[in-house]
């Protein structure tokens, strides 16, 4: 984009320049040539009116008095039409010369002339000096042309890696404008299309967990209905029954594979991460911010450490929870990454973001990831959809201490299968 919009100016600048210069370029050698034609003219005609006079007061014509008059280098040639003798001023000239003739009033001509070397000169002096213009004219180009390019395509970069960002699920917000009408216009919409992209994944996941949560109970409820009636006297009754509950298991089954399948559909992007390339990042973005209210970041990641997870997600999730901090916290903010154990004794990897502030109120902790619930104000869907975000890659997030808020990410450790030609680190210890 910044070459064709570079081509594009230089392309511009350079048409116009040469509309312009070379038309200037044959006006301004027309002009050289016009002034000195002019110029040794008005010297004729002068020399024209001297001897007119001399004519008519039938004196001899001298060429000395009017000798001033000829150019330096220049020929001066009379001639009377009653007589056959002509008068002659300077040396013969060779080659292309400049003319001028002019009529004495007593009948006869003068006729002046000048050798065309110093004229094409000057002509080619301007010309040059055109051409200079040009030139300039395109090097001045190249430079605003350099810079409007740079100033264009480094938003449009931006946007388009923004646009990346939020296709990868990424849902924050972007701020930045670039005072450029368009593309502000451009940033408002994907900052729009953000907002309700945000909304519309929180309302799906609130949506799915409603109906399985539903479908599950009302399941489990006509399961217990059907195993009461396996146990009637009437055989027939309970052989029907038990072919209902049959049904009814083979149903539930079904359920949890398709749940199962739209949590693998949703986690599609999860992959093997390395957080100590990947947490670094993400804490650099709100470093100024925190910064510029005088707070600091600090990091604590342990090397080695893999988590399977969507990148995309993972930066939504760690942006909410240190915008959560900027926002509601006080004093130095710690983003930290390490091993844990999951609840069924599996191992899992702990992301946890705390900072120093008075945390959440009781009243309000067990409702924190509840959608349009704030405790300073804001929307309230940042902590809703980074839980729901993180669910959807098959991981956890919880809000393991109150005072000082601690917010903690439970992840999975990936498999060697997840994908293949990923080289893992050595297991550092028997499992």
Same mark, same amino acid.
């Given at each position: ?29 027309? !002009? ?48 009377? =039409? ?34 065309? @070397? ?20 395109? @090097? ?14 480094? =938003? ?176 130095? !903010? ?10 069924? @004794? ?11 502030? =008075? ?52 992840? =999975? ?7 293949? @030609? ?10």
């Amino acid at each position: 984009m910044r070459r064709r919009i570079l081509l594009a100016i230089l392309m511009a600048v350079t048409v116009t320049a040469c509309a312009l210069g070379i038309p200037l370029g044959f006006s301004a050698t027309a !002009v050289v040539e016009s002034l000195t034609r002019e110029e040794l003219g008005a010297r004729a005609r002068q020399i024209a009116a001297t001897l007119d006079d001399e004519v008519a007061n039938d004196r001899d014509i001298d060429l000395e008095q009017v000798e001033l008059g000829v150019p330096t280098g220049g020929h001066l040639l009379v001639t009377l =039409p009653d007589s056959e003798e002509r008068f002659e001023f300077g040396a013969n000239l060779q080659g292309e010369t400049v003319t001028e003739e002019v009529p004495i009033v007593q009948h006869g001509t003068v006729r002046l002339s000048i050798d065309a @070397g110093p004229m094409r000169t000057t002509q080619t002096q301007v010309a040059l000096l055109v051409v200079l213009v040009v030139i300039a004219a395109i @090097g001045g180009g190249t430079a605003v042309a350099t810079v409007t390019a740079r100033r264009l395509a480094r =938003p449009l970069r931006h946007v388009a890696d923004r646009a990346s960002r939020l296709g990868a699920g990424d849902f924050r917000l972007d701020r930045t404008r670039y005072d450029v009408e368009e593309l502000d216009s451009v940033a408002e919409a994907l900052d729009a299309s953000a907002t309700a992209l945000a909304q519309l994944v929180q309302r799906e996941r609130e949506l799915v967990g409603d109906v399985s949560h539903q479908l599950r109970s009302r399941l489990t409820s006509l399961q217990l209905r059907i195993e009461e009636l396996t146990v009637v006297p009437d055989k027939e009754v309970a052989s029907e029954a038990q072919a209902a509950l049959e049904q009814a298991e083979r149903l539930a089954d079904v359920l949890d594979d398709l749940m199962a399948a739209a949590r693998e559909a949703r986690s599609a992007g999860a992959m093997p991460v390395d957080l100590a390339a990947e947490l670094p990042g993400i804490a650099d973005e709100w470093r100024a911010p925190l910064r510029a209210v005088g707070r600091s970041l600090k990091v604590r990641i342990e090397a080695g450490l893999y988590a399977k997870v969507s990148p995309g997600r993972l930066r939504e999730v760690i942006g909410v929870l240190l915008d959560n901090a900027l926002r509601h916290g006080s004093g130095t !903010v710690t983003l930290a990454a390490r091993e844990g154990v999951a609840a069924s @004794g599996g191992e899992t990897v702990v992301i946890e973001v705390a900072d120093m502030g =008075p945390g959440v109120p009781d009243e309000l902790a067990e409702h924190v990831f509840e959608r349009g619930v704030s405790g300073g104000g804001s929307t309230g869907l940042g902590l809703a959809l980074a839980r729901a975000l993180i669910d959807s890659d098959g991981g956890r997030l919880e809000l393991s201490v109150k005072r000082p808020a601690t917010f903690t990410v439970f992840l =999975p450790v990936p498999r060697a299968g997840d994908v293949q @030609g990923v080289r893992w680190p050595a297991e550092r210890s028997p499992r």
